[in-house]
C-alpha cells in the first residue's frame, strides 16, 4: 500500500513545472557559493600574520591572492583564503569525489556512516532506506562541493526527501543518502602527513531558564555576536568572532524535532538544540581539543591522508567521545584539501588556540 502511494506521489510530481533552467541553476550555485566563500574569508589574514612572524616574504598578487617566499631558497606558494597550491587539481578532485572517498576508507577498514548512492530520480530507493534509519538520513551531493552546499539534514517525509534530493542534484548527478550520526562533529587538521591539530564544531545552542521563550533566548544570545559576514581586522582583541544565531527555517524545523517552537518556553537548565550541525556562520562555536583527542583517530585519519597522498587536509570525523575510538563510536565522513584555518583560530578557549597557519608555513618551507 505504501508502495503505491510512493508512485502515485512520484507520477504527481512528475507533473510539477520543468526544472529551472541551467542559467538559473548556476546563479543559484553562484549565490550559495558565494556564501559559502565567506567562512573561508578570514584565512589569508591568518596566513598573512604567519608569514611574516617567520620573516617570509609575502606578494599581494591581485586583492585576494597573497604569495608567499621563503628568501633563503626561493621556494614560492601562493594562497586563495583556503585554495592553495600545495595539492594539483588532481587530488582536489579526487579528495571531493565522496563517493571514492568512502570507497576507498572501507578498504583501509576506516569506518563511514552506512548509505546508498542514488540520482534525483532515484528518490524513492531514498525514501525506503529512511525506513532503516530510525535517527534520519542526510542527502548531500556526491562529487565537488564542500562546507555544507547542498547538504540537507534529517529530511523525513516522501515529500522532503525529494525536495533535498532535487536540490542537492543542483551541485551533483550523483547523490550521497546516509545515516544520520548523532555526536560530535571534529575536525582534524594534517600537513605532509603529519597531525597538526584538531577543533570540535558545536552547533548554536540555548539554555532554558524557566520564564524565557526560546525566540527571547536567542536574541539574548545574539547580543554582542557579529552580523553575518562582519569579519573585523585580525587581533587579540577582536576574537574569536561568534556571529548571531538566526530565527529561520532550519531553526525552525531542529526546535519542531524536539517539540519546541520559537515561542515555547524550555524548562530550566534545559539545553535546546538550534541546528543539527555546526556552521560557524549560523551561530556555531569552535573548541580546540588537540589535547584530548584519542591517538587512535589521529591515526586513522593519517591513514586515510596518506593514501590519498594529500599535503594539506582536513578530515572531518563524527564521533561520541574524541577521547576514546572504540568501534561504534565514531565515523570518518569526510577529507577536505581546503580546510578553513578559521576552525582552529576562532575557537573559544583561546589559551588553547593553536598558531596552525605557522605550523603550516614551517612544515612547508622546510
Same mark, same amino acid.
Given at each position: 500500500?505504501? %508502495?503505491? /502511494?510512493?508512485?502515485?506521489?512520484?507520477?504527481?510530481?512528475?507533473?510539477?513545472?520543468?526544472?529551472?533552467?541551467?542559467?538559473?541553476?548556476?546563479?543559484?550555485?553562484?549565490?550559495?557559493?558565494?556564501?559559502?566563500?565567506?567562512?573561508?574569508?578570514?584565512?589569508?589574514?591568518?596566513?598573512?600574520?604567519?608569514?611574516?612572524?617567520?620573516?617570509?616574504?609575502?606578494?599581494?598578487? %591581485?586583492?585576494?591572492?597573497? !604569495?608567499?617566499?621563503?628568501? /633563503?631558497? !626561493?621556494?614560492?606558494?601562493?594562497?586563495?583564503?583556503?585554495?592553495?597550491?600545495?595539492?594539483?587539481?588532481?587530488?582536489?578532485?579526487?579528495?571531493?569525489?565522496?563517493?571514492? $572517498?568512502? *570507497?576507498?576508507?572501507?578498504?583501509?577498514?576506516?569506518? +563511514?556512516?552506512?548509505?546508498?548512492? +542514488?540520482?534525483?530520480?532515484?528518490?524513492? *530507493?531514498?525514501?525506503?532506506?529512511?525506513?532503516?534509519?530510525?535517527?534520519?538520513?542526510?542527502?548531500?551531493?556526491?562529487?565537488?562541493? #564542500?562546507? #555544507?552546499?547542498?547538504?540537507?539534514?534529517?529530511? #523525513?517525509?516522501?515529500?522532503?526527501?525529494?525536495?533535498?534530493?532535487?536540490?542537492?542534484?543542483?551541485?551533483?548527478?550523483?547523490?550521497?543518502?546516509?545515516?544520520?550520526?548523532?555526536?560530535?562533529?571534529?575536525?582534524?587538521?594534517?600537513?605532509?602527513?603529519?597531525?597538526?591539530?584538531?577543533?570540535?564544531?558545536?552547533?548554536? %545552542?540555548? %539554555?532554558?531558564?524557566?520564564?524565557?521563550?526560546? /525566540?527571547?533566548?536567542?536574541?539574548?544570545?545574539?547580543?554582542?555576536?557579529?552580523?553575518? !559576514?562582519?569579519?573585523?581586522?585580525?587581533?587579540?582583541?577582536?576574537?574569536?568572532?561568534?556571529?548571531?544565531?538566526?530565527?529561520?527555517?532550519?531553526?525552525?524545523?531542529?526546535?519542531? /524535532?524536539?517539540?519546541?517552537?520559537?515561542?515555547?518556553?524550555?524548562?530550566?537548565?534545559?539545553?535546546?538544540?538550534?541546528?543539527?550541525? $555546526?556552521?560557524?556562520?549560523? #551561530? !556555531?562555536?569552535?573548541?580546540?581539543?588537540?589535547?584530548?583527542?584519542?591517538?587512535?583517530? +589521529?591515526?586513522?585519519?593519517?591513514?586515510?591522508?596518506?593514501?590519498?597522498?594529500?599535503?594539506?587536509?582536513?578530515?572531518?570525523?563524527?564521533?561520541?567521545?574524541?577521547?576514546? $575510538?572504540?568501534?561504534?563510536?565514531?565515523?570518518?565522513?569526510?577529507?577536505?584539501?581546503?580546510?578553513?584555518?578559521? +576552525?582552529?583560530?576562532?575557537?573559544?578557549?583561546?589559551?588553547? $588556540?593553536?598558531?596552525?597557519?605557522?605550523?603550516?608555513?614551517?612544515?612547508?618551507?622546510?
Amino acid at each position: 500500500m505504501k %508502495t503505491n /502511494r510512493l508512485i502515485q506521489l512520484s507520477s504527481s510530481l512528475a507533473m510539477l513545472p520543468a526544472p529551472p533552467t541551467l542559467h538559473l541553476l548556476h546563479r543559484v550555485q553562484s549565490r550559495l557559493r558565494a556564501r559559502s566563500s565567506a567562512s573561508h574569508a578570514p584565512d589569508l589574514t591568518y596566513l598573512l600574520h604567519a608569514a611574516r612572524r617567520l620573516q617570509l616574504q609575502v606578494d599581494f598578487r %591581485t586583492d585576494d591572492i597573497i !604569495g608567499v617566499k621563503n628568501p /633563503r631558497t !626561493g621556494l614560492y606558494y601562493n594562497f586563495l583564503n583556503s585554495y592553495t597550491d600545495f595539492d594539483g587539481l588532481a587530488s582536489l578532485r579526487l579528495a571531493a569525489d565522496k563517493i571514492y $572517498c568512502y *570507497q576507498l576508507m572501507q578498504r583501509l577498514q576506516l569506518p +563511514v556512516p552506512r548509505h546508498i548512492i +542514488v540520482t534525483k530520480n532515484e528518490w524513492i *530507493q531514498a525514501v525506503a532506506f529512511s525506513r532503516e534509519c530510525p535517527g534520519g538520513i542526510v542527502i548531500k551531493p556526491a562529487r565537488d562541493t #564542500g562546507d #555544507g552546499l547542498g547538504v540537507c539534514i534529517l529530511p #523525513g517525509t516522501p515529500w522532503e526527501i525529494f525536495r533535498a534530493a532535487a536540490f542537492a542534484s543542483i551541485f551533483s548527478k550523483d547523490l550521497l543518502v546516509e545515516e544520520f550520526r548523532r555526536g560530535t562533529n571534529y575536525r582534524l587538521l594534517y600537513c605532509q602527513g603529519e597531525f597538526v591539530a584538531a577543533s570540535s564544531r558545536l552547533p548554536a %545552542t540555548v %539554555t532554558g531558564d524557566g520564564r524565557t521563550s526560546v /525566540r527571547g533566548l536567542i536574541r539574548a544570545a545574539n547580543r554582542g555576536r557579529r552580523q553575518i !559576514g562582519d569579519i573585523p581586522e585580525y587581533s587579540s582583541e577582536t576574537r574569536p568572532i561568534l556571529y548571531q544565531i538566526p530565527e529561520d527555517g532550519k531553526v525552525r524545523a531542529a526546535l519542531a /524535532r524536539q517539540k519546541f517552537h520559537f515561542d515555547s518556553v524550555p524548562p530550566s537548565g534545559s539545553v535546546v538544540q538550534l541546528q543539527e550541525i $555546526c556552521h560557524w556562520l549560523w #551561530g !556555531g562555536s569552535y573548541w580546540d581539543v588537540t589535547e584530548d583527542i584519542c591517538p587512535d583517530l +589521529v591515526n586513522a585519519g593519517a591513514k586515510l591522508v596518506k593514501a590519498l597522498g594529500i599535503r594539506l587536509a582536513g578530515v572531518d570525523i563524527i564521533a561520541e567521545d574524541i577521547r576514546h $575510538c572504540d568501534a561504534g563510536n565514531y565515523v570518518i565522513n569526510e577529507i577536505n584539501t581546503t580546510p578553513a584555518l578559521l +576552525v582552529h583560530y576562532e575557537v573559544q578557549n583561546r589559551d588553547q $588556540c593553536r598558531p596552525v597557519a605557522e605550523l603550516i608555513l614551517e612544515r612547508l618551507f622546510r
